[in-house]
């Protein structure tokens, strides 16, 4: 596909877009502004020192990189890198792939040692993202907006499982570029869940790539990519899928098992958090992004109520700590009307008894699902992650969720950064829940497993909420183990120990995640490019909750 041009007046930062105000939004057109930090970046910027602004906005703007095969970090530090970020660069741009000459993502993993290749020659949208923030970061955003233009042309393909159609705006879970050596031909097969196992399409896809798509816009200057019909028809329709009216009753939306980063039957269908915060950051990123014409402002009109009614919900609803949980413990079931305390009926008896244990004191968390008489007290670390850096969380939420993970860090992360979801299930609880998954068994894979990827989201997790210190602590275990384990997509048992049952080696996004963390560690004002502020206008009415009187 041919790639648009720039003209100079679109380039600018997208700053003024994350300091976005919900009636702003409504009424009036988005100016265009010079580069000026927010005050997240400028505090941020203050945590790394040894660099002047200068060399901050020279790394960030657009061709600035002269080095081809010198990542940056590199070139800024004042201190010998770790050796494991030259091989890890070196594993990242073996995993590229092409297509008809240009890099357009990476493959999941790339494992020759392993028989089973399943799908893993692909490239994932959900796997790509830390390759593309690493690339961003490293002065390199051209793979990246081919993946996104890739990508953007899979989602006008007509989709079907069986005789059944599949909504337009759905995202691929992964393609695979095919290349025919007699021909000289490249041809892409793609997979919309008729393939995946299981069948379900990836809900995450679209959400992600729209989040992606703000972070090459913030991180060029580039406006002209997100602001082609094509990608504003691309961002409007995923929104369709999901600003639709049906019979909810809940802002979230509905899900079945396996639609994400979790892609089998794991008990997270209903309303998973995961989702639930991708959803609210990519309708934040998506307003950023829409341009105020006629079919535009429509779909700005439907986000900004959806985000009131989302943030309210979540904040409340998902929302626990030591207080609510006690609320919780004491309620009463069986409340008709309106003035229900107990909305969503949830019986008591259901809590699980670890969950008195784990709750401190002082932090909380959003839980893993509610919905009715059901909630999943189960912690999953991207949504609680992604909650923090899609602001979806208040301030004070952000803080008591890092306080969580120092509070329970040998359970959280243990050895190997970190836990994908705790605890794990097992027993009889496992058979009635994975369906007997003997790739889900307890303290494995998506079962309480340690997913070395999620240590970029941890990473700026901390950053955003000023606690830098955590994720050095999660890096320096990473940097004991991975890169003599060649790279594992996930790690077993209680602490993480074991490198995983089945765990594909060199498994790109590991790679990816750590240099995303190292990057952005050396560097934080790069989290601009996947963070966005706090909204004043959707603060809640909160109680304040014992973990933050005491
Ligand atoms: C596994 C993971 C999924 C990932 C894929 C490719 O299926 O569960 O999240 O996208 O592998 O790495």
């Not at 909204?535 to 109680?543: S, T």
């Amino acid at each position: 596909m041919e790639c648009p041009k720039e003209p100079l007046e679109s380039q600018c930062s997208l700053s003024e877009m994350d300091d976005f105000d919900l009636t702003r939004a409504l009424d009036k057109p988005r100016l265009k502004i010079e580069r000026k930090r927010s005050f997240d970046e400028r505090s941020m910027s203050e945590l790394s020192t040894g660099y002047s602004r200068h060399d901050l906005d020279m790394a960030h703007s657009p061709g600035s990189r002269s080095f081809v095969d010198t990542p940056l970090s590199y070139v800024r530090n004042s201190f010998e890198p770790h050796p494991m970020v030259a091989e890890a660069w070196e594993a990242l741009r073996r995993s590229m792939v092409f297509f008809r000459g240009q890099p357009v993502g990476t493959i999941a993993a790339y494992d020759h040692a392993s028989e089973e290749v399943l799908n893993y020659d692909q490239v994932f949208v959900r796997d790509f993202v830390p390759s593309a923030l690493a690339f961003l970061m490293n002065g390199e955003p051209d793979i990246v907006k081919n993946f996104l233009l890739k990508t953007l042309q899979l989602q006008g393909w007509e989709k079907r499982v069986d005789r059944f159609k599949l909504g337009e705006g759905v995202m691929p879970a992964s393609f695979k570029v095919l290349h025919d050596p007699v021909r000289k031909t490249d041809t892409i097969v793609a997979d919309f869940g008729e393939s995946a196992i299981g069948r379900v399409a990836p809900v995450d896809s679209g959400f992600w790539w729209i989040i992606l798509l703000r972070a090459y816009t913030k991180s060029t200057g580039d406006l002209t990519l997100s602001e082609t019909p094509e990608c504003q028809r691309g961002i409007r329709l995923i929104l369709s899928l999901c600003l639709s009216e049906g019979f909810d009753t809940f802002p979230t939306l509905l899900c079945a098992d396996g639609c994400s980063m979790v892609d089998r039957r794991m008990g997270v269908y209903g309303y998973p958090i995961e989702i639930q915060a991708l959803f609210f950051m990519a309708l934040r990123s998506a307003l950023s992004m829409l341009k105020h014409d006629e079919e535009g402002r429509e779909f700005i009109e439907k986000i900004v109520k959806r985000l009131h009614a989302l943030s309210f919900h979540m904040r409340n609803y998902f929302w626990l700590d030591f207080q609510q949980l006690n609320d919780i413990y004491r309620y009463k079931t069986e409340e008709y009307s309106h003035t229900a305390v107990n909305k969503f009926n949830v019986m008591p008896d259901s809590i699980p008894d670890w969950v008195f244990d784990f709750m401190p004191l002082r932090g909380g968390y959003f839980v893993g699902n509610v919905s009715p008489a059901r909630m999943d007290f189960r912690w999953f670390s991207l949504g609680n992650c992604v909650a923090i850096l899609s602001s979806l969380a208040t301030p004070d939420q952000s803080m008591a969720i890092m306080d969580l993970l120092e509070h329970r860090w040998e359970e959280l992360v243990g050895e190997m950064p970190l836990k994908i979801c705790y605890p794990c299930i097992e027993s009889h609880e496992w058979r009635i829940v994975t369906g007997c998954d003997p790739k889900n068994t307890r303290w494995s894979y998506h079962n309480g497993g340690s997913w070395p990827v999620l240590l970029w989201m941890l990473t700026a997790a901390c950053i955003k909420t000023g606690r830098p210190q955590i994720a050095r602590r999660a890096i320096d275990l990473i940097e004991s183990r991975l890169h003599r384990d060649c790279w594992p997509e996930y790690y077993d048992g209680k602490l993480g120990r074991y490198v995983g049952k089945q765990a594909r080696k060199y498994q790109t996004w590991s790679i990816a995640g750590y240099l995303v963390a190292k990057m952005m560690l050396e560097d934080p004002s790069h989290i601009g490019m996947i963070s966005l502020e706090e909204d004043k206008q959707m603060k809640p009415v909160l109680r304040r909750s014992a973990s933050w009187t005491c």
